[in-house]
């Protein structure tokens, strides 16, 4: 089983993100993994550990920042890595899909996984995008993966705790919401050693791929800091509480 | 005394059990040798000596158990002198007409060795109705009362032959062997004295007045008597006795460095080139010094009694890891199970639930009477539960995550770290970019947690009132790794050394303070192994000194409180930071009393050692909320209308205590505070806000 | 091309979601703005679909697509986006919506923009505001071009507006839905046991401010006329007030419902770390420094259990 397993690496959420212009000020923000990248790998190594195959863990590189999230990866239990070198922070969702897409058209994937979404998603996620553009089905939201032969079950959260399942000719791509399993730990010794022994694959970003959005402003929601009080005796609370649920249709 | 042919018959059973003897002990020296490098440890003749001087007066035993230690201490006593009266029950055997009865007057002894003689007549006398009476006590604690302390809890994981009743079994042999040897001792005294009593062998002559002279009686009861120790010399080196032997040779080699200095990983020395993984998945892995353990340990349990995890109800207890040790030792080197060697720890010494609920506070390190330091193998088996990817709690999981990629646990931003001080009626100097006196650390918790920041933020207006020149690290900061490591992350522990080292190399400072005692540990204990040279003080310290030196002065006493004070394991009984606090609340005025358990002895609130990031809790009463009950039913003894309060000097602390009182619906009766709280009040500086939430 | 909008609806289980409806009252206002139409489509067999007030509705009626499948949804959506080339194409950003959405915008090279907040018409142009990097920062964006794909998050938009009774023209599947990689196997619904909180669209939570096991009754009555369950911060649990599987926090459950209704929690963090997610917050506290004020929606310093028996009588 060969399974791709395209990443994203986004602005860290811990922090507060500076604007800049009209986008986020990409100088001044740390660059994490997207968590449902770690859901993704998850799904993917426990399916090469069912199954056998090899994992194939590829991102683009956009501040150079990228090769700690691949060690991560490879101390989780993928076989290889690749970086494209696009050096472009700003890069939207449809020119990184495209580009991982064009990377991943020679590798002769069984499955492509990608994390559900991620947090810069403006312009839509990376998975369908790449499914499009490889021409595979897409199936996102999954919660658990397995393979016999040439198809795999795929399981689909839906809200209030329903599950679809579905029977899944390979190949296809999908976006992993959760693995099956919570993502293993890899101690950072175990990174560390991969920072030294492993190689990491270079590609040059090819194809080319643009979202289509004038981005007018950016900035934080209007401030709310603190709770709008509801005034007066506890009857007009109530009444004022009462009230706004249902205008919302919650009451 | 003996015929030539018992003669004969003592020298072959003589020969036997010391080959079983040799055997015994080789086996167990074989054994110890099959574990890793330890640390090297200095000096050991003089460390060896002076254990040796510790046993003899039995220190280490009373740091518990007060009554009972003195009773084992003559146990000790009794058994010490029973070998010298062994070795002249053995000279009465072998030479010919050698006898010690009556003042020795067989021998026509010189006469200035007479009272000696008498001497030695009445110790070893009245010594054998001692020793009787007290291993009837102990034998009557095991079998008759059933001492709860000696007993495990359900849910702790037992070597199927513990919990068959294995050490009791042990115990019996021991005993009766006791018994049947000092009775057939005074028996054969007894019947030897043909002239009627002597005077400095009441007892013996007491039994003679019953039973009469006797030659054969002397014969029979002489062989009962040795014949026995030559049975039970070997026997001992295969039972849990072994620790007659072990325990000096084991507190003469234990631990030399700071307590809070953990063994490496991977031992720094490397014997024929052997490759280690780190930590400890089977036996072997561990330090040959924690392989001694087991043999060394007396199976008291006085670890259990003082150890938080296993007050909570959790499946830990250090004794069980031990016992469990010294059983599976057994077994594969006595036994026929040499594949237990290759069982992983987690399956046969301690559950992997047992593991992460230890929190690593030292207590039971500190109580062995024998030196030894479970706490040390259980820190092992995580670091290597770690590399093996066995799945670890949530909790413990994010915040191992969120250190590495932040170096907070909290999941904030590196940047968010310095903010509280950006909030300060007065700028906090940024250590990185201007040479500061004082480099305050401050640790993530007093850093992010809103709870805290206002205590935060008074040691910094205290700082600042006092004109001490300090700063801080602001985003150059990283969790000190004192937990991480302990949790068992090595690697990631390495990591954040290297980031802070790398800050403290871009700042210019004279000294390191920490309002975290965990960070001080680290900082003071293990960061000199990775280059830090620095002095790492706690702020109660640095306090104490601004009072003393007449920088800080107390403007308002604080006589309307009274306050008892929790020594955090880390500052306390790993780095023995008692005074200074103890000294502060003095200087205050508050009235002061101690809780039964306080310095070495104090009790864990249970948040060391990565349990405070566990996602799952446990039900039961938590090691905190006892904690406050301590502290109310020590105030109760001291009924008055003053304001009671519980003192910290811990920022974790703070969170776990204010939530104990919650839970256990203790609020209006004691509040929790740090303890700047109280010298913001004495020194005049503004009032803080109540903790909330 | 037209001015049309489009409402991509979704249904489970032969009900329409509530953004289905959000849509489609955003959609009118739009299409006003645009000078075109508004309308629903429903791809599904089987399904009563005339309840939306649109212009009109449009449903795909064929067996095959009964249970929503990514594929042949998609494919289907693409055939008729094709066809008809409106101007705006509302999707929910939601699990059905999102596996279709950006798919579509790769597959016809027209821009997406996604978790929308808002949606309006400026200058002619569509301008739409996004709720990025986890709600820390609100993106306006215009999509250029001659279609805009918009993915729209659930809630933002009253759902009164889009409730109607247009009658819907059923059509056959534009396109051939035999051959497809991807099958609908079965549904599974969540087994029974306790109330799962993390599932529920509306919580009331109660603190400590309880006061006392006998004092729950009232929650549970409070949260039965609000179609709610109960949820607690921990030292309620912890008394045995309620049941473990109610807690929420750190230690506890994650929720993220649409109501966390809090009644005497005072927002210690560790009871923020598993619902400061929810989507309308509101706190009742008689503590007015309370730190939950800090990040509840709406607040009120008031007694909790006056505040209850007089929202009882109002319900
Ligand atoms: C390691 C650790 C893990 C934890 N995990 C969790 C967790 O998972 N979940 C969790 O919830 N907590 C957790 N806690 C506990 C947490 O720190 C708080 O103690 C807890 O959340 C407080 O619960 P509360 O708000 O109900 O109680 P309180 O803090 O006592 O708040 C009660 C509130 O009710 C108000 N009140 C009182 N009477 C009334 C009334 N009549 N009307 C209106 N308001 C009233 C008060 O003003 C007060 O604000 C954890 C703590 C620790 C240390
Ligand atoms: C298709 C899909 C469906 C999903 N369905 C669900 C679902 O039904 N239920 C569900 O729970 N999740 C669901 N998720 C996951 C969901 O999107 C969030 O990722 C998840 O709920 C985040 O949890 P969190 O808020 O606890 O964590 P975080 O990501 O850690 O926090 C989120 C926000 O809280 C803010 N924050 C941090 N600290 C504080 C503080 N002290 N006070 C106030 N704010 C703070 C952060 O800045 C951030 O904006 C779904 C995801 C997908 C893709
Ligand atoms: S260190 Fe503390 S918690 Fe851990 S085993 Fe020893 S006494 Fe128990
Ligand atoms: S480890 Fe030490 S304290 Fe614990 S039972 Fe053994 S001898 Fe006693």
Redesign the pocket.
């Known amino acids: 089983m060969n399974i791709v397993v395209a990443i994203k690496h986004i602005p860290s959420?811990a922090d507060d993100l500076p604007v800049k212009g009209n986008n986020v000020d990409f100088d001044s923000v740390d660059f994490v993994l997207n968590e449902?990248d770690e859901h993704s790998i998850e799904q993917a190594v426990l399916i090469k550990e069912a199954v056998g195959g090899t994992v194939t863990v590829v991102g683009v590189d956009l501040i150079g920042e990228l090769d700690n999230a691949l060690h991560l990866a490879l101390a989780k239990g993928a076989d290889k890595v690749v970086k494209i070198t696009a050096d472009d922070p700003a890069a939207d969702s449809h020119q990184q899909a495209k580009w991982l897409a064009e990377a991943i058209k020679g590798m002769g994937a069984d499955m492509v996984f990608a994390g559900?979404?991620a947090s810069n998603d403006i312009d839509g996620q990376i998975g369908p995008m790449i499914a499009a553009y490889l021409d595979m089905p897409y199936i996102g939201?999954t919660s658990a993966i397995e393979v016999s032969g040439n198809t795999a079950t795929v399981s689909k959260e839906f809200?209030g705790g329903v599950g679809m399942k579905y029977s899944v000719t390979l190949p296809f791509v999908a976006g992993v919401?959760s693995a099956p399993k919570p993502p293993r730990y890899a101690p950072v010794s175990k990174v560390r050693q991969m920072a030294q022994t492993a190689t990491i694959e270079k590609v040059a970003p090819t194809g080319e791929a643009s979202a289509g959005l004038a981005f007018k402003k950016m900035a934080p929601p209007v401030a709310t800091g603190h709770a709008e009080m509801i005034e007066g005796s506890p009857k007009e609370v109530a009444a004022k509480i009462v009230e706004l649920l249902k205008s919302k249709g919650l009451a | 005394m003996l015929t030539t042919i018992e003669k004969i018959l003592f020298i072959l059973l003589a020969l036997v059990s010391a080959g079983f003897t040799v055997h015994g002990f080789k086996t167990i020296i074989d054994t110890i040798r099959m574990g890793r490098p330890a640390p090297e440890l200095k000096n050991i003749p003089a460390s060896l000596l002076k254990a040796g001087v510790t046993v003899l007066f039995q220190q280490t035993i009373f740091k518990a158990r007060k009554v009972l230690s003195a009773i084992h201490m003559g146990l000790f006593f009794g058994l010490i002198t029973y070998a010298f009266v062994n070795l002249v029950d053995a000279l009465e055997g072998l030479v010919p007409n050698f006898d010690l009865i009556y003042s020795g007057k067989h021998l026509s002894p010189p006469a200035w060795t007479v009272p000696l003689i008498n001497a030695y007549n009445l110790i070893s006398d009245v010594m054998s109705g001692f020793l009787l009476i007290a291993i009837t006590v102990f034998l009557v604690r095991r079998f008759i009362v059933k001492d709860k302390a000696l007993a495990y809890r359900e849910n702790v994981l037992l070597n199927p032959k513990v919990k068959a009743g294995g050490q009791a079994k042990d115990s019996l042999i021991v005993g009766v062997f006791v018994i049947m040897h000092v009775s057939a001792h005074l028996m054969s005294q007894a019947y030897r004295l043909t002239e009627g009593a002597d005077p400095f062998m009441p007892i013996a002559s007491f039994l003679n007045s019953i039973f009469g002279a006797s030659q054969t009686g002397v014969h029979v009861a002489w062989w009962i008597s040795i014949g026995w120790v030559m049975f039970i010399i070997p026997y001992l080196s295969r039972s849990k006795h072994t620790h007659f032997f072990m325990a000096p040779i084991n507190l003469g080699l234990a631990k030399q460095n700071p307590r809070g200095q953990l063994d490496p990983a991977i031992p720094l020395k490397v014997i024929d080139g052997r490759k280690y993984d780190p930590g400890a998945k089977v036996i072997t892995d561990l330090a040959w010094t924690r392989i001694m353990d087991a043999y060394a340990c007396v199976q008291c349990n006085r670890c259990q009694d003082v150890c938080p995890a296993n007050f909570y109800g959790r499946p830990l207890s250090p004794s069980a890891l031990e016992v469990n040790k010294r059983y599976l030792l057994k077994e594969a080197t006595f036994g026929s199970h040499p594949d237990l060697l290759l069982a992983p720890l987690t399956e046969t010494v301690i559950s992997p639930e047992a593991v992460w609920s230890c929190t690593t506070c030292y207590a039971c390190v500190r109580v062995c009477p024998v030196g030894n330091e479970p706490m040390a193998d259980i820190v092992d088996i995580r670091r290597r539960m770690l590399i093996d990817g066995f799945e670890i709690d949530s909790g413990v999981q994010n915040a191992l995550q969120s250190l590495a990629t932040n170096g907070n646990w909290m999941?904030k931003g590196k940047r968010l770290r310095g903010r509280w001080a950006k909030e300060m009626e007065f700028p906090v100097k940024n250590a990185t970019e201007e040479p500061v006196e004082v480099l305050w650390f401050v640790g993530d918790t007093a850093s992010f947690d809103e709870r805290v920041i206002p205590n935060t933020k008074m040691v910094a207006r205290i700082f600042h009132q006092a004109g001490l020149d300090f700063g801080i690290l602001y985003q150059n900061e990283s969790n000190a790794g004192n937990d991480v490591r302990r949790v068992g992350e090595e690697g990631l522990f390495e990591q954040l050394v290297e980031q802070n080292m790398a800050a403290f190399g871009k700042a210019q400072f004279k000294q390191i303070v920490t309002t975290d005692p965990h960070s001080f540990n680290t900082l003071k204990n293990e960061y000199p192994q990775f280059g830090g040279k620095f002095e790492v003080k706690h702020y109660t310290v640095t306090l104490l000194k601004l009072f003393e030196e007449g920088k800080l002065t107390v403007k308002n006493k604080l006589s309307h409180y009274k306050v008892t004070f929790h020594d955090p394991c880390y500052l306390g009984r790993y780095n023995g930071g008692f005074t200074a606090p103890r000294k502060l609340l003095e200087l205050l005025g508050v009235e002061f009393h101690e809780m039964p358990r306080n310095c070495e002895n104090s009790f864990c609130c249970g948040a060391g050692g990565g349990q405070i990031w566990m996602g799952k809790v446990a039900p039961g009463e938590r090691p905190a909320e006892n904690r406050i009950k301590e502290a109310l039913t020590t105030f109760e003894r001291h009924p008055n209308e003053k304001k009671q309060l519980f003192i910290v000097t811990c920022p974790k602390d703070m969170v776990m205590y204010s939530d104990a009182v919650k839970t256990t619906g203790n609020e209006g009766k004691i509040e929790v505070r740090d303890i700047i709280q109280l010298v913001a009040e004495a020194v005049g500086v503004e009032e803080v806000s109540q903790i909330v939430g | 091309m037209s001015n049309d909008v489009f409402v991509i609806t979704e249904h489970l289980d032969g009900k329409f979601s509530d953004v289905s409806f959000e849509m489609v009252g955003k959609a009118k206002e739009l299409a006003k703005a645009l000078g075109g139409q508004a309308v629903a489509v429903v791809v599904g067999g089987g399904v009563e679909a005339n309840v939306f007030a649109s212009d009109s509705t449009i449903q795909v009626d064929d067996a095959a697509l009964s249970q929503f499948n990514p594929e042949a949804y998609g494919k289907v959506i693409e055939a008729l986006v094709k066809e008809k080339a409106p101007r705006v194409v509302l999707f929910g950003w939601t699990?059905t919506g999102?596996d279709v959405a950006a798919w579509l915008s790769a597959r016809l090279g027209v821009p997406c923009a996604a978790y929308a907040k808002d949606v309006r018409v400026e200058g002619g142009g569509v301008v739409v505001s996004c709720q990025a990097y986890?709600?820390?920062l609100t993106a306006e964006v215009a999509p250029e071009g001659e279609t805009a794909i918009v993915a729209c998050l659930a809630g933002s938009f009253p759902a009164e507006a889009g409730q109607g009774a247009t009658a819907a023209e059923k059509i056959a599947s534009p396109v051939d839905l035999s051959g497809l990689k991807m099958k609908f196997i079965e549904m599974v619904k969540p087994a029974g046991g306790d109330v799962d909180i993390?599932a529920q669209t509306k919580l009331v939570s109660v603190g400590r401010g309880i006061g006392g096991k006998e004092n729950i009754e009232l929650a549970e009555e409070l949260a039965a006329k609000l179609g709610a369950a109960v949820s607690a911060s921990r030292p309620v649990v912890d008394a045995g007030w309620l049941p473990r599987t109610r807690q929420v926090g750190k230690s506890g459950l994650?929720?993220?419902p649409k109501l966390y209704l809090m009644l005497g929690i005072s927002g210690a963090?560790e009871h923020?770390?598993g619902m400061?997610?929810a989507e309308l917050i509101i706190a009742i506290n008689t503590d007015k420094k309370a730190p939950i004020f800090n990040?509840a929606h709406y607040g009120a310093t008031a007694d909790l259990f006056e505040v209850a028996e007089a929202m009882l009588e109002l319900l």
């Open positions: 959420i449902w559900v979404q939201g809200p919401q | 999941g | 699990v999102m986890g709600g820390k993390t994650k929720v993220k963090p923020l770390e400061k997610s990040v």
